[in-house]
Antibody
Framework: EVQLLESGGGLIQPGGSLRLSCAAS????????MSWVRQAPGEGLEWVSV????????YDAGSVKGRFTISRDNSKNTLYLQMNSLRAEDTAVYYC?????????????WGQGTLVTVSS | EIVMTQSPATLSVSPGEGATLSCRAS??????LAWYQQKPGQAPRLLIY???TRATGIPARFSGSGSGTEFSLTISSLQSEDSAIYYC???????????FGQGTKLEIK
């Protein structure tokens, strides 16, 4: 059974940093691209960052480019999102999602999310 | 950036009836279109990918169609458990953005 467990969320002041983790199990983690997707309170889904299965290729949404960094450790079956220079508008539930394949594909399994609140 | 527009914003349907949700892309995404269902307090669940392929475990009541810029999700024989927000997503622009629509809220009367 595929399981994705996010952690690392919490309350952080504007300008601060936070690192989210997503522990994966139940599938061959190194074979699949992974993404982070966020959802602000009461709002829709916003794709944040994607990383290829081998970690070589990454891409970020314009709203987080230069502030957020996606990475992965295939030896630990873990996905990360380093978030710097956090802003109030980054407040959201952050989901990690396993892609259906190793290249461009939708997310076929999602974690339950971790809440990040940016506030003073 | 490809913009995805869903309609209607809200749809209210009686149990047993069918519903069709629409999604339009600002430019062609070929068949690289997915549909998700999200219930309150839950993560999104993949329903349809490649515009018309049901994901594992998704009932045949859910069907997708379309290509290019016009897509639809049809749910037949609606049940109370189908109340949710439905999102479309394009994943055509690798390694660019995977844009979501703003969602359609489906209410079962």
């Amino acid at each position: 059974e595929v399981q994705l467990l996010e952690s690392g969320g919490g309350l952080i002041q504007p300008g601060g940093s936070l690192r989210l983790s997503c522990a994966a199990s139940g599938f061959a983690f190194s074979a699949y691209a992974m993404s982070w997707v966020r959802q602000a309170p009461g709002e829709g889904l916003e794709w944040v960052s994607v990383i290829s299965n081998n970690g070589v290729s990454t891409y970020d949404a314009g709203s987080v480019k230069g502030r957020f960094t996606i990475s992965r450790d295939n030896s630990k079956n873990t996905l990360y999102l380093q978030m710097n220079s956090l802003r109030a508008e980054d407040t959201a539930v952050y989901y990690c999602a396993k892609h259906l394949g190793a290249v461009a594909a939708p997310g076929d399994h999602w974690g339950q999310g971790t809440l990040v609140t940016v506030s003073s | 950036e490809i913009v995805m527009t869903q309609s209607p914003a809200t749809l209210s349907v009686s149990p047993g009836e069918g519903a069709t949700l629409s999604c339009r892309a600002s430019q062609s995404v070929s068949s690289n279109l997915a549909w998700y269902q999200q219930k309150p307090g839950q993560a999104p669940r993949l329903l349809i990918y490649a515009a018309s392929t049901r994901a594992t475990g998704i009932p045949a009541r859910f069907s997708g169609s379309g290509s290019g810029t016009e897509f639809s999700l049809t749910i037949s024989s609606l049940q109370s458990e189908d109340s949710a927000i439905y999102y479309c997503q394009q994943y055509n622009n690798w390694p660019s953005m995977y844009t979501f629509g703003q969602g359609t809220k489906l209410e079962i009367k």
